[in-house]
C-alpha cells in the first residue's frame, strides 16, 4: 500500500477529486496518510478532516527563518513515512534537501501544458490569466516529478484542453480543473501506486 501525504495550500479541489478517486476504488493500493497546508485557512483541511485523514498546518509565518521552516517541514513529512508526495496546489516552494531525500517520490499539478505557462510567477489564475493574453486556442493540465527547477521535471500525464470564446481566467481554469486536473491527478497517483510508470 503505497503511503501518500498530499500538500496543498487552498480549496483543495484536486485533494477532493483524489479522495473520490480512492473510494471509488480509481485509486488503488494507496491510502492517503495526511494532508498538509501551509495556510491555516486553507478549506482543504477540513476536506481532509471530513474524510477523517490526518490534517496538518506548519507555516512559514511560524518560524523565525526560511532554514527554520525548511527543517521542521521536512521533519514533519519524515513522521508519516510516505512513499509518494503529492503537490496539489501548494506553492510553497519545496526545499532542497526534501527535493533530494524524495528523489522520484514527489509529483505536482500544473494547470498548463507545460513548457508553456510555467516557472516563476505561474501558478493559479495567473496561469490562465497569461493563457487568454496570449491567444492558445488549446491549453491543458501537466502532472509531473519535481526536481530542483520550477515545473522542471520529467512529465508524467498532460491533457489538453480548448480555450473557448469569451473565456474568463475564472471560467478557463474551471474547465482546465474539470476536464484535465482532476482527472490527471488520480490517474497519475495510480498508475504509481501498481507501477505502471516507466
Ligand atoms: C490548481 O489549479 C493547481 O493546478 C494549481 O493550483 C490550483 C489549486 O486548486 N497549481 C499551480 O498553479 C502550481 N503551480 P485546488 O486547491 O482547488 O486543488
Not at 521536512?74 to 524524495?102: C, H, Q, R, S
Request: hydrophobic share 45%; net charge negative.
Amino acid at each position: 500500500m503505497l503511503r501518500v501525504g498530499v500538500m496543498v495550500s487552498g480549496g483543495g479541489t484536486n485533494l477532493q477529486a483524489i479522495l473520490d478517486a480512492v473510494d471509488a476504488k480509481k485509486i488503488t493500493n494507496a491510502e492517503i496518510a495526511v494532508v498538509i497546508s501551509n495556510n491555516p485557512n486553507a478549506y482543504a483541511l477540513e476536506r481532509a478532516k471530513n474524510h477523517g485523514i490526518d490534517a496538518v498546518c506548519i507555516s512559514p509565518k511560524e518560524f523565525d527563518s526560511r532554514e527554520a521552516f525548511n527543517e521542521a517541514f521536512l521533519a514533519k513529512v519524515d513522521e508519516y513515512n510516505l512513499d509518494l508526495i503529492v503537490l496539489a496546489g501548494f506553492l510553497v516552494k519545496i526545499p532542497a534537501a526534501m527535493i533530494e531525500k524524495y528523489e522520484h517520490r514527489i509529483i505536482n499539478i500544473h494547470p498548463s501544458l507545460i513548457p508553456s505557462f510555467c516557472g516563476v510567477g505561474y501558478y493559479g489564475l495567473k496561469v490562465h490569466e497569461a493563457a487568454l493574453a496570449r491567444g492558445v486556442k488549446v491549453t491543458g493540465a501537466t502532472v509531473h516529478f519535481v526536481d530542483s527547477g520550477m515545473d522542471t521535471g520529467p512529465i508524467i500525464l498532460q491533457k489538453a484542453v480548448e480555450v473557448q470564446e469569451g473565456d474568463t481566467p475564472e471560467v478557463l481554469q474551471r474547465r482546465v480543473m474539470e476536464q484535465a486536473e482532476w482527472v490527471l491527478l488520480p490517474q497519475a497517483i495510480d498508475m504509481i501506486a501498481n507501477e505502471r510508470i516507466i
